[in-house]
Structure formats: C-alpha cells, structure tokens
C-alpha cells in the first residue's frame, strides 16, 4: 500500500473513532496541513481520551503527521575543551639535544 494510502486509511480511522469515543469532531483537512492545530487538537484528544486504542492511534498519528524533532543538542566547545585539559596535566618530556645533562 502506497505511503498516501496508508495515511488517508489511519486519519478516517482516527476521525471515526474520535466521534465514536468522545463525541468530538477532528478536521482532518486542517490536521493533515496545520502542524500547531495538529500539536492542540491531539494533546487536546490525548487529556480526554479514556480509552487505551484511542491513546495508541493518537500517538501513531501524532507520528505520522509531526516529524520528530531531531535537532542535535550541542554542547559547549569551551566546556568539553577545559575538562580534559584540567584533568591531564601535561607531562614533561626528556630533551636529548644537550646529552645527559640537559634536563
């Protein structure tokens, strides 16, 4: 089944089952384009839900219509810098320029 198909199958199912549930009417034009009424209806839907099939196709929904977010966490260059540094003084070398003496 092509990835279209899928999605249009999951929503009418999650629209069904919302109405049948709670009583409430999602639109599924504005969920499927609108990401903030996406974010408030779902959270919305997910406080009143009492039933556990209705909680699972909320999040699978909420997957499939809301991208992850993936941004990396960056930690600080100076943090990570100072700790090893801190940590390992630096060792002192032998210099063999000036024989036995030279150190």
Known sequence: MTK??????MLARFKLQV???LGESVDLERLSR???YTRQRLSELEEMA????LLIMVLRVRDMLLPADTTPVVVAPAVVAAAPAAAAPQKETRNYLMGARAW
């Not at 279209?4 to 199958?9: I, S, V």
């Open 50 to 53: 009492e039933d556990e099939d």
């Open 19 to 21: 109405k049948r549930t």
């Open 34 to 36: 609108e990401p903030a």
């Open 4 to 9: 279209t198909m899928e999605l249009a199958q």
